[in-house]
Each structure stands twice: as C-alpha cells, then as structure tokens.
C-alpha cells in the first residue's frame, strides 16, 4: 500500500501545494535517512502526482521517474506501476508502458493499488474496461465496510470521487446525452492519487 501519514498528505487551502510539497520533501529527506525503502520509493510517487497536478509538469516527470526507479530496484511493484501509470498521463506519455507495468504486476498489487491503476489506465488510454474495473473495485470496497460509511468514502478520497465523476459521465455519454466530463481521458484536468490527496 502507497499510503501517506495525514501530515504528509497534500494540504487545503490557497498555500496547500507548497506546504504540502514542503511536508512531501521532508518526508523522503527522513525516509531516505533511516532507510524506509518503501516510503523514499512512495513519497516521490505522491510528489510527482502533486506537482503534476498543480501544472509542474516536468517537475512531476522527475519525481515520478525518481519513484519508478526506486520502487523497481527494491522490488515494490505498486509504487513501480502507478508511477508508471500517472508517466503515461503526462505529455509524451506512454500509455504501452503503464499497461505492460500494470500486466507484469497485477497479481502484486493490493485493492487500493489496482483501483488507483486502472483509474490511470483508462485516463491514459480511454478504454472503457479500465474504467469498468476501477468502478467494480470501488464497488467490492464499499461492500466490505459497513452501509454508513459508504458517503464518507465516496467524498472523501479523491480516488473514489473521481471514479465515480468518470462513471457518471461515462454513463451519460454512453446513453446519448452529450454533458461535459471533465475526467474523460486526454482532458486538461490531472488525477491525483485518492491515497495522497482526500
């Protein structure tokens, strides 16, 4: 799992990608210090996809590419394959490579992980089946916590907000209706990892 303590998760507010991109950078300086191969490998992965999402584009690309090689020497396949994945999303982009991440590591990777891939892989290459699967993992989730917790999810992690953004308007697309969707693929708007951003 690629999760972040809260602290470290991006902030709110008008200051919250500088603050959290500070939070970020403290956090690999310490994970690199004591040795946390896992979180030095995640924290570049949750910066690449905050600065990606904030305009930083290549200084995504650095931190994403950071993440990637890390996670691929220690062996940590979900960092490997989202940074894989949210690479294909950025200019020049390759959308083959993400797949092969995601076919060489599925079996590697948890619910969470798979649900963030497939999330990326439909922004990515616009096939409907990733986006399919991303919605039918949201459902598996939901149907292993109890019914009262089923609004706080869906609102509060960016992942499942934006999974069900995307299911919707691919609905209403499929059904005829032609209605904006600003999560369609090739859009402007970024996807931000559900697990670093709520």
Same mark, same amino acid.
């Not at 584009?57 to 950071?66: T, Y």
């Not at 999974?163 to 005829?176: C, D, L, Q, V």
């Not at 032609?178 to 969707?181: C, D, G, K, M, V």
């Given at each position: 799992? *690629?999760?972040l303590p809260? *602290? ?14 500070k ?20 924290t ?12 930083d ?10 993440a ?9 396949a ?5 940074a ?5 999303l950025?200019?020049g ?14 079996e590697?990777l948890d ?5 963030s ?7 990515? *290459?616009g ?5 399919e ?16 917790y089923h609004?706080a999810?869906? *609102?509060?992690?960016r992942l499942?907000r934006e ?14 209706l032609?209605?904006?969707?600003n ?7 970024r ?8």
């Open positions: 799992m *690629t999760w809260a *602290t470290l998760r991006p902030a709110r507010g008008g200051n919250g990608i500088r603050t959290s991109e939070r970020l950078q403290a956090c690999l300086v310490v994970s690199e210090e004591i040795g946390h191969r896992h979180l030095a490998a995640a570049p992965l949750a910066l690449g996809s905050l600065r990606a999402g904030a305009g584009e290549e200084g995504g690309r650095e931190s994403l590419v950071a990637r090689s890390l996670a691929k020497d220690v062996g940590i979900g960092v490997e394959t989202l894989r994945c949210e690479l294909a950025l200019a982009g390759d959308a083959e490579d993400a797949l092969a991440a995601f076919a060489e590591h599925e590697r619910a969470e992980e798979r649900r891939a497939r999330f990326l892989l439909w922004r990515a *290459t096939d409907r089946t990733h986006l699967e991303a919605k039918r993992l949201l459902d598996e989730s939901l149907a292993n916590v109890p019914a009262e609004e999810m869906l *609102t509060n992690l499942n999974i069900m953004a995307a299911w919707r308007g691919e609905r209403i697309r499929t059904s005829g032609l209605l904006p969707n999560a369609a693929p090739g859009s402007k708007r996807f931000t990892l559900g697990c670093f951003v709520s």
